[in-house]
């Protein structure tokens, strides 16, 4: 069974439209990225797909069933990360955690997760007393805890250190090594070439481009850019073989750079912010 099948997906609001006919496949265990700007109807799908917001038309099944219909055994596979964070009640953390884990079949054990989370060392603390980004993973924590088949991650890293963007990394890898199918929403263009398997560009409601991480919307054809500077000035020749390039170039050459697209570029190109 694909964890995730949409065909067609729309969503309007009043008269607007913010989702205008998505469709994609995630497979079990893939990492699945979302990206694009604000507004692009990122949230709305993604909350579409949790069952949380009702959709206007297409077709839609996760691990299934369809999210507008499936009962409490099914929303018992998922786990959600939402964009806001889980209101801190006077609880601990490793009390907030037992907490939720009452709620699932077959929840994993609540210290492993707070330690898969980096918060050991803070699991006696109350969550009200923790950082911004300490809080963020409690939310990470609460959405693996059920031992979930398929994970919605929304922003998951707004707000850590880059350290512990890399601890979180290397948390979804090996949740997906073990079958986990991840859908995750990022602005973080370094996040999701790190991550994703797979990604989808949104801009407008629509999907503009989709692929992997290095070869989305023409990446692995793109050309190479070589500059140099010499005593006649800056050069700058766009090739198929910068190496070639490079073994031709004269010994008083300054400054040389080999430049390739980068995801950044392909995406900025895609959702229309430069021309
Ligand atoms: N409840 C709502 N009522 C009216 N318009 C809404 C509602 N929710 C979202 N929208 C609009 O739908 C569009 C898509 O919003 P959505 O939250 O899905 O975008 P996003 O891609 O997740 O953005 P961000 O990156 O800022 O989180 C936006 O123009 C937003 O203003």
Redesign the pocket.
């Given at each position: 069974m694909t964890p995730i099948e949409v065909h067609g997906l729309r969503k309007t609001?009043?008269g607007?439209t913010?989702?205008d006919g998505i469709s994609l496949s995630v497979a079990a265990g893939e990492i699945f990225a979302l990206l694009?700007?604000?507004?692009?109807?990122?949230?709305?799908?993604i909350e579409i797909l949790e069952g949380h917001r009702r959709r206007d038309s297409g077709d839609v099944l996760v691990l299934g069933e369809d999210p507008g219909l499936a009962g409490r055994r099914w929303r018992a596979r998922i786990g959600i990360v939402l964009?806001t964070a889980t209101d801190a009640a006077d609880l601990t953390v490793r009390e907030t955690v037992r907490h939720y884990a009452r709620f699932y079949p077959t929840p994993r054990d609540p210290d492993e997760v707070i330690a898969s989370v980096g918060l050991t060392s803070k699991a006696g603390a109350l969550v009200r007393t923790l950082s911004g980004g300490q809080r963020r993973r409690v939310d990470v924590a609460l959405g693996i805890i059920g031992n979930p088949a398929l994970v919605f991650l929304d922003?998951p890293t707004t707000g850590f250190d880059p350290e512990a963007r890399r601890q979180f990394w290397a948390l979804i890898r090996s949740l997906a090594a073990d079958g986990t199918t991840i859908l995750l929403?990022t602005?973080y263009l370094d996040e999701a070439a790190a991550l994703a398997d797979r990604l989808a560009i949104?801009a407008g409601?629509r999907v503009v481009a989709d692929g992997t991480p290095s070869t989305v919307g023409g990446l692995a054809q793109a050309q190479a850019t070589v500059t140099w500077r010499d005593s006649a000035g800056l050069h700058e020749v766009r090739t198929d073989t910068p190496n070639t390039v490079v073994g031709t170039l004269p010994p008083d050459a300054l400054d040389l750079q080999i430049r390739r697209p980068s995801l950044e570029d392909v995406y900025l190109d895609l959702i229309g912010a430069r021309s």
């Open positions: 609001y009043g607007f913010a989702v694009g700007p604000n507004g692009a109807g990122k949230s709305t799908t964009q922003e929403t602005h949104i409601g």
